[in-house]
């Protein structure tokens, strides 16, 4: 075996907070044959994988990872194809992503230059869909190129397979802790297309009336630096934006400004003036550093862990000694506060790493640990990796033939199904969560799960009468509840006649877990 896998290395100086414990084991790979046996290696032992970039949207814990860190360093530019209107570049995915924005900005190629200064490489613009000043990856990404860590071979994702929504891709989402992404085939403009929307933006350019693709990358610079401090050292090391803003549906918008009118009056005018400010296609963008500031959460601090008074989406490692759990208490009080007085249950961006000890203050806790100092991760299948530990909750690992069985059941759903789908769960439309449909969980697929919760979704589960399948549902529950996920179920008919009931039904239970 060529691969070299390490033993117990910190994490904290690969990251851009600076904290963090070890991983247990840890392995850089640069080739197709180190990734082949560095997924060889993880699936005999049965040891849960961290793919780890750049190291600038996550936090590690305290504990570290008790499993094998995979970090890609596959590195190299070139042109793929180009005529006299676009370009197409292939990106290795440990290249530096800012780097690779200014090589782009020098060529005069248009359409990433408001995403320069964002800390980082380049295979994370895939996986998070990265976005800032109204470009984002979705809108430049051709395709990706990606080892499937399981199957131990190369797939090649086109745009729309890789799902990008706001934050969010397949390979962060639906196939977490599946693929290693290789490189990136960027479609980039030769024709002057500058995107100049955002207010902070427009005032830094107001003087200039055809700035060029450099003029905007040194005005994006300089707004960051402004109100990001990059992450360079321990002190105020920092993940960027440590929360997502909100995209809003009009009825969540609606409950959004009565509560601000009842809690936060004065705030209010302004409100109403964001929402025409930062128009989005997919609903009402409301930038959450606002909620934050309205809060009166400006400079708190829990331990070393403090907000940005600049720019409050950012926690800062303020006295360069923060530990893991006070950034995370300090997240959960302001997802508290906000919830309490806005009506808004605000999501991480940064992605947790590792495995928990048993505090309130840290991210729901993993059924995996049992809070002792040795946290063993159970096989649940033979010969399946264990997906990384995330912020939002627990994803057991499952069967690879369960992945694609889920995906033939999104195809075919049910009428009932289809109809929870639209009606009540897409676009986190209960309470602001997150479900995902037909997600594979151990041995099992649940119709509808949310990670963030713990909780699954059955339609007709349980009110099944012949007797084999309902022993099958009565087994998966019992199975997911010892690992502290609730399931549960609604017939086809409750959904299909009485769509209300269930919405009111779901409600309650919704809020006793996120008690």
Same mark, same amino acid.
């Given at each position: 075996? *060529? ?7 910190? %994490? ?14 840890? +392995?850089? &790979? ?9 997924? +060889? ?14 190291? *600038?949207?996550?936090?590690? $814990? ?17 042109? &793929? ?16 992503? /800012? ?34 000043? @109204? ?12 080892? /499937? ?13 890789? %799902? ?49 693709? @450099? ?9 960051? /630096? ?14 960027? $934006? ?79 000694? +923060? ?7 300090? +997240? ?46 159970? *096989? ?32 075919? *759903? ?96 919704? @809020?006793?877990?996120?008690?």
């Amino acid at each position: 075996m *060529s691969l070299i896998i390490r033993e117990n290395i910190p %994490l904290a100086p690969l990251t851009t907070f600076r904290v963090g414990g070890p991983a247990r084991y840890f +392995a850089e &790979v640069g080739s197709r044959e180190d990734l082949k046996e560095a997924s +060889a290696w993880a699936i005999e032992k049965q040891c849960p994988v961290f793919i780890f970039g750049g190291g *600038s949207n996550v936090l590690v $814990s305290d504990e570290g990872f008790l499993g094998l860190v995979i970090r890609p360093n596959f590195l190299g530019k070139e042109i &793929v194809r180009e005529d006299g209107e676009s370009v197409r570049i292939r990106l290795g995915s440990g290249e530096v992503w /800012d780097e690779m924005v200014a090589w782009t900005v020098e060529n005069n190629w248009w359409g990433i230059e408001n995403l320069s200064h964002i800390p980082g490489r380049v295979g994370g613009l895939a996986v998070q869909n990265v976005g800032a000043y @109204g470009q984002e990856a979705s809108q430049v990404v051709d395709s990706v190129e990606a080892w /499937d860590i399981q199957d131990q071979k190369v797939r090649i994702f086109q745009k729309e397979e890789c %799902l990008f929504r706001y934050r969010q891709s397949i390979f962060n989402v639906e196939e977490k802790g599946t693929y290693v992404i290789i490189s990136i085939v960027l479609k980039l403009s030769k024709i002057a297309s500058p995107k100049l929307d955002y207010p902070d933006l427009k005032k830094c350019l107001e003087s200039n009336v055809s700035p060029s693709i @450099g003029d905007i990358r040194r005005c994006i610079i300089s707004i960051r /630096d402004a109100k990001f401090p990059f992450p360079r050292e321990a002190q105020n090391g920092n993940a960027g $934006s440590f929360f997502k803003n909100l995209v809003l549906t009009q009825d969540l918008y609606s409950i959004l400004e009565s509560s601000v009118a009842k809690n936060i009056p004065l705030a209010l005018p302004k409100l109403q003036e964001i929402k025409k400010k930062f128009p989005d296609q997919t609903g009402i963008k409301i930038p959450t550093a606002f909620l934050i500031d309205i809060c009166g959460l400006k400079g708190a601090s829990v331990g070393g862990a403090k907000i940005n008074e600049k720019q409050p989406l950012v926690i800062l490692n303020y006295t360069g000694k +923060a530990m893991a759990k006070d950034i995370l208490a300090l +997240a959960d009080q302001v997802i508290a506060t906000l919830h309490e007085k806005t009506g808004m249950r605000v999501e991480r961006e940064v992605e947790w790493v590792g495995a928990t000890s048993n505090r309130a203050t840290n991210p729901p806790r993993s059924p995996f640990d049992k809070g002792e100092e040795d946290v063993v991760t159970p *096989s649940l299948v033979k010969g399946r990796i264990g997906v990384g530990f995330v912020a939002r909750g627990l994803n057991l690992p499952y069967n690879q033939k369960l992945k694609i069985l889920a995906r033939e059941n999104r195809k075919n *759903s049910t009428p009932s199904e289809s109809k929870m789908w639209n009606d009540v769960l897409r676009r986190r439309q209960c309470k602001g969560h997150t479900f995902l449909r037909q997600k594979p969980m151990g041995r099992f697929i649940l119709d509808f799960y949310c990670s963030e919760l713990l909780l699954g979704i059955e339609i007709d589960g349980n009110y099944h009468t012949d007797q084999e399948i309902k022993e099958n549902d009565e087994e998966r529950s019992e199975l997911l509840k010892e690992f502290g996920i609730q399931v549960i179920r609604y017939t086809n008919e409750e959904v299909l006649e009485n769509i209300e009931g269930v919405r009111e039904d779901l409600g309650k239970r919704v @809020g006793e877990r996120e008690q």
